[in-house]
């Protein structure tokens, strides 16, 4: 589960009992799951169980499941102030004189909520109306001990400094959404080979894997749900995620981008000789990214070499030593839905749990098989039963999933970082569709672009 803001020194939740809820609605008893909470209930109910009291508190899990899920079936600005409503109701903070032993009890607990909260999902407190909510509430309990106001300021310092950091998002570091496009043979003084940077596969795979980490340093765990899930029919709000998924989006576009810049780089080459070597470069690059534990950027190279320019090389590809390749390419064959991939997957994440050193806990999955499983997930359990109920158990799976990936990507990349490589793959021309004349035309003949089934653009070529 995500890392949370150090306040577990004020309470400990697996010591607590759920609060006692009547079933509503024609709520009947069902499978109890994470301490209490139910398979399935109404939003209501579920809404309570999140809600701390001075003997209460529910459990990491529980709290990371619901904040994710629930923005489904509400906003996450309407559930804040339905948490701080519920707080102040059920612990009389209203009132004029209050029961400080009990709101000493309640208040580290309140404070673990929030610190969770925005710690997890800072995003839903960019509104200046949630952070009055935060304030409000915490102003209640603050006159039964300074500590609360001295860590609630503490809580919104980080909260901020979360927010800016996460403003700072990907999207700059992809340069230009579209590909460059030469009618003519690229200037040389723009385009360079990568092997005149880098000639190093170890290097470059781990360059590759300082830019996977920073990308996905910026996507929230929201946008796994926001990408694909459209507005409760028993919601009445708007949907709260029409253009949330920026940093999903931006991530899927840097994959994109590699495959291009493999093949680009493999086609520019004037002689089969050459285009060989970085064929083979490549394969070692894509061994050590299968070493370090990043298999996006693994696939993302295996499927440039797999682009119709490369493929069609015949009498380049009769130069390369393809044992590796057939190697790597085994790994990631896509038969038994990935059958290959997952037990590597998995073995890389027993490596991360039983990390000796930081570069044993990088675990960097390929991100369009992850998407691909949450989206039938969703597609294959309703959010909600026939009775109405929210499907919590659904959530549960959804959570496991998405609380793994978050955990790969607050791993702190060990490796030092070579700025003129990650820059050279940020912004090094790649080729496009639009009637591209590739260099050393006498060479490569006919080349055009076309799309592929994914949306991913594929160079065309033939090798005289």
């Known amino acids: 589960m995500p890392q949370t803001l150090s306040a577990s020194d004020m309470v400990t939740p697996g010591s607590l009992g759920p609060p006692h809820t009547e079933p509503t609605d024609g709520e009947q008893a ?7 909470a139910p398979s399935s209930a109404s939003l209501d109910t579920l809404i309570q169980h999140l809600v701390p009291t001075a003997d209460y508190y529910p459990e990491k899990a529980y709290i990371f499941t619901f904040l994710l899920s ?30 400080k032993a009990r709101v000493r009890k309640f208040g580290p607990k309140l404070l673990q909520l929030l610190a969770e909260w925005t710690e997890t999902f800072p995003r839903d407190f960019q509104e200046e109306s949630t952070i009055g909510h935060l304030k409000d509430v915490v102003g209640r309990i603050a006159p039964c001990d300074e500590a609360y106001r001295k860590r609630m300021h503490q809580l919104l310092q980080a909260l901020h400094q979360k927010l800016a950091a996460l403003g700072q998002g990907p999207e700059s570091l992809l340069g230009t959404d579209k590909p460059i496009s030469y009618r003519t043979k690229p200037p040389a003084s723009i385009h360079r080979e990568l092997l005149g940077i880098c000639s190093d596969p170890y290097m470059l795979a781990q360059q590759l894997t300082h830019v996977e980490l920073e990308q996905l340093r910026h996507i929230g765990p929201e946008e796994f749900v926001q990408a694909f899930v459209n507005k409760d029919p028993l919601a009445s709000t708007k949907p709260c995620f029409s253009d949330k998924t ?4 931006a991530y899927v576009k840097w994959f994109n981008r590699l495959c291009y810049l493999v093949a680009t780089e493999i086609c520019m080459p004037a002689k089969k000789k050459q285009r060989a070597q970085v064929i083979e470069f490549f394969i070692d690059v894509a061994r050590e990214c299968f070493n370090i534990g990043n298999f996006n950027s693994l696939m993302a190279i295996i499927s440039g070499m797999n682009m119709s320019p490369v493929s069609r090389l015949k009498k380049t590809w009769a130069k390369v030593k393809t044992a590796k390749f057939f190697i790597l390419e085994h790994q990631m064959d896509p038969t038994g839905n990935f059958c290959n991939y997952r037990t ?6 027993h490596r991360s749990l039983t990390a000796h ?21 969703n597609e294959g359990c309703a959010n909600r039963l026939p009775n109405g109920h929210v499907n919590f158990e659904k959530f549960l799976e959804l959570a496991k999933q998405v609380g793994e990936f978050i955990t790969w990507k607050q791993v702190e990349c060990p490796f030092e970082q070579d700025l003129s490589i990650t820059h050279y793959l940020h912004t090094a021309p790649i080729f496009s569709e639009d009637g591209t004349v590739w260099p050393h035309g006498e060479l490569l003949s006919g080349c055009r672009m076309s799309w592929d089934h994914a949306g991913r653009t594929l160079l065309s070529t033939q090798e005289a």
């Open 30 to 36: 069902g499978q109890l799951l994470l301490g209490g």
């Open 70 to 99: 629930s923005r489904l079936f509400i906003e996450p600005q309407e559930l804040l102030a339905r948490v701080c409503h519920m707080c102040i109701e059920q612990q009389q903070l209203d009132k004029p004189v209050l029961d």
């Open 246 to 249: 920026n940093n999903l989006e």
């Open 344 to 349: 590597a997957l998995r073995g890389a994440a």
């Open 357 to 377: 050193s930081s570069r044993e806990k990088i675990v960097i999955p390929f991100f369009s098989l992850l998407i691909k499983d949450i989206y039938f997930l």
